[in-house]
């Protein structure tokens, strides 16, 4: 049981804007960053968004994040065929990380 | 440029221990926390516990607790995570991962490519 719920699903067609919600408690998300993970097949994670809504050199603004009390959410526009991975959150949780069951998308 | 690399698969026994190393290159070593993140057969990511290797201090998951020992060599530029009492269920993919040494950060912007550890008798 993961302390920061994802949906376990998530799909749309290329050109779709999707987004993905993660929802906590005020001891994670209510006090600290979230961090968002995209993992593809047989690889390991890439950090995709930082201190909630900040992105790292390299990665495209289709891809942003919001934070918003104890909830954030990963929006993807115009979603592409590549863009089929599994998506977590993260963010510290009383001196321990927790990271987000996941969601997997699927782009039709 | 910065890489974290692994040592390789390993298949262990139940209630054998294994020890994982992550040797880091192209950054200050001591500049960075190093987390371990392991991933289950189709699971999702759990985070283990991380050290300081500058100081040694290290933060274990409290599921983890008196199994989970973190350690490094800073003479090499090595961590290394050790699981005692293995069990079935400790099969997956064990990562090392470097974050900045901020007390909550989780931005884990270098990760290692994964090993293996397969428990089974």
């Known amino acids: 049981q993961s302390v920061l719920t994802q949906p376990p699903s998530a799909s749309g067609t290329p050109g779709q804007r999707v987004t993905i919600s993660c929802s906590g408690s005020s001891s994670n998300i209510g006090s600290n960053y979230v961090y968002w993970y995209q993992q593809l097949p047989g690889t390991a994670p890439k950090l995709l968004i930082y201190r909630n809504n900040q992105r790292p050199s390299g990665v495209p603004d289709r891809f942003s994040g919001s934070k918003s009390g104890t909830s954030a959410s990963l929006a993807i526009s115009g979603l592409r065929s590549e863009d089929e991975a599994d998506y977590y959150c993260?963010?510290?949780?009383?001196?321990?990380?927790?990271f987000g069951g996941g969601t997997k998308l699927t782009v039709l | 440029q910065v890489q974290l690399v692994q040592s390789g698969a390993e298949v262990k026994k139940p209630g054998a221990s294994v020890k994982v190393s992550c040797k880091a290159s192209g950054y200050t070593f001591t500049g960075y926390y190093m987390h371990w993140v392991r991933q289950a057969p189709g699971q999702g990511l759990e985070w283990m516990g991380r050290i300081n290797p500058n100081s040694g201090g290290t933060n274990y998951a409290q599921k983890f607790q008196g199994r989970v020992t973190m350690t490094r060599d800073t003479s090499i530029s090595t961590a290394y995570m050790e699981l005692s009492r293995l069990r079935s269920d400790d099969t997956a993919v064990y990562y090392c991962a470097r974050a900045p040494l901020a007390a909550a950060a989780l931005l884990f912007d270098y990760w290692g490519q994964g090993t293996l550890v397969t428990v089974s008798s």
């Open positions: 993260a963010a510290w949780d009383d001196s321990l990380s927790a």
